[in-house]
């Protein structure tokens, strides 16, 4: 990971890493026997030097608010999502 700076954990178990190096928000999905990773994926990139991850509300998140260097910005989430599906609002 490039500059990992602040991990939030979905209610589903995901764990989303703020890279701030790479501009970037991943998602580690743990694997069953908690041993690593059963998958992991970009969920967004191109932003500027990410340094926060919200995830609202909280107990069924529908959103994922990333916190920038310039701004803060939003993405529509779905439990299990690794992806963005659209660009930030």
Same mark, same amino acid.
């Given at each position: 990971?490039?500059?990992?700076?602040?991990?939030?954990? @979905?209610? /589903?178990?995901?764990?989303?890493?703020?890279?701030?190096?790479?501009?970037?928000?991943?998602?580690?999905?743990?694997a069953?026997?908690?041993?690593?990773?059963? @998958?992991?994926?970009?969920?967004?990139?191109?932003?500027r030097?990410?340094?926060?991850? @919200?995830?609202?509300?909280?107990?069924?998140?529908?959103w994922?608010?990333?916190? /920038?260097?310039?701004?803060?910005?939003?993405?529509?989430y779905?439990?299990?999502?690794?992806?963005?599906?659209? @660009?930030?609002?």
């Amino acid at each position: 990971m490039s500059g990992p700076r602040t991990l939030r954990v @979905a209610p /589903n178990g995901d764990i989303f890493v703020a890279e701030t190096g790479a501009g970037r928000i991943r998602v580690l999905r743990p694997a069953q026997d908690g041993a690593g990773a059963s @998958a992991t994926d970009t969920f967004a990139s191109g932003l500027r030097q990410p340094f926060g991850i @919200a995830l609202y509300p909280a107990d069924d998140p529908q959103w994922v608010y990333v916190g /920038n260097t310039d701004s803060v910005v939003r993405f529509p989430y779905r439990s299990g999502d690794l992806k963005a599906r659209v @660009a930030p609002k």
